[in-house]
């Protein structure tokens, strides 16, 4: 075998056979197909697409390429989430000890934020002490002993994805449906959880702008799952705005903390309950109240422990940034949109996400909303409070947010969008 004639197959339209698609991912991973080949492979895969009988063998040889985790030592089912990605999402922060509150063990291998959607794993470091490196024996314990853990996965777990992942990231191959869908089924199948939530995000925000594409991610992601023998379900969700009223590190632990004590936003309360009761149904959990966990104050109790155990402080003061800039309603009217991406780009350009993998976030950095679509406003009224060490920012994120807030005459007929779209599974 070699990596001219799989790259040639695909290359002019054809379909890589299995022994190809061992072949491939097998000895990329060890290094003897070099990283301009695999480069070359991933765009023609880009172009020309996958079926799901390749998807399916791709998926299956990058959980081959490493170590598989095994949970069936937890006296409780397990139960995972996972989201393509959005701008403001924290849910991940309050869901987990949520669901484990309600029964269920959440074992949550989560990443970081790259471009304009964040990551969990940098919103978690702003608070102080916490770890998201544990070995495979601390998650364990963690699991354990408070039922839900955040944290990094180890460098054993689908290292072809880890590899490809990197590749396709500077080499505008990420925006792949069959690319993707075999990256995070991947990592998730070989994590060993029993049951999955996946939230495809739908608009500006995440990958896919379009609802049927969601859809096709989403069935494929479902029906990866559930050949490998993992309950797996998908909602669509909405990321034409952000999630709640912050992006950005420390101001999202802040608006989850806010959650988990039976307040926070509506928006982020209803998605946090539908994908808790959606992981708990498939982990046959089915009597279990997500919300009641909320309002006994037992999902915080959790989110206490879950932080403790990993290092972290549960009452330290978050890091606040040095510097605000407030931006205001130009017009009086109904905001019609806050753009997601708008609102995203901002937020990264402050400091609050990465433009490479090895840059340090800030941890203050962010932008709280004061408005959602749909809201009444009045001219000069607070609309969004910018947040950075690094004041020089400020003009570069304003051009972000140029076109971004749009705001009509107070009677313009305004229909708010559903937080869910869809369910697939
Ligand atoms: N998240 C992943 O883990 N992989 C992708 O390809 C895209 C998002």
Redesign the pocket.
Known sequence: MDAISVIRTKRDRGELTPEQIDWVIDAYTRGEVAHEQMSSLAMAIFLNGMNRQEIARWTAAMIASGERMDFSSLARPTADKHS??GVGDKITLPLAPLVAACGAAVPQLS?RGLGHTGGTLDKLESIPGWRAHLTNAEMLDVLRTVGSVICAAGDGLAPA?KKL?AL?DVTGT?ESIP??AS??MS?KIAEGTGSLVLDVKVGSGA?MKHLDDARELASTMVGLGTDHGVKTVALLTDMSTPLGLTAGNALEVRESVEVLAGGGPSDVVDLTLALAREMLDAAGLKDADPAKALADGSAMDHWRRMITAQGGDPDAALPVAREQHTVTASASGVLTSLDAYAVGLAAWRLGAGRARKEDPVQAGAGIELHAKPGDQVTAGQPLLTLHTDTPEKFDYALAALDGGVEIGPSDTPFEARPVVLERIG
């Open positions: 393509t990605g990443g994805d992942y396709r990420v690319l993707i990256s995070i990592k990958f």
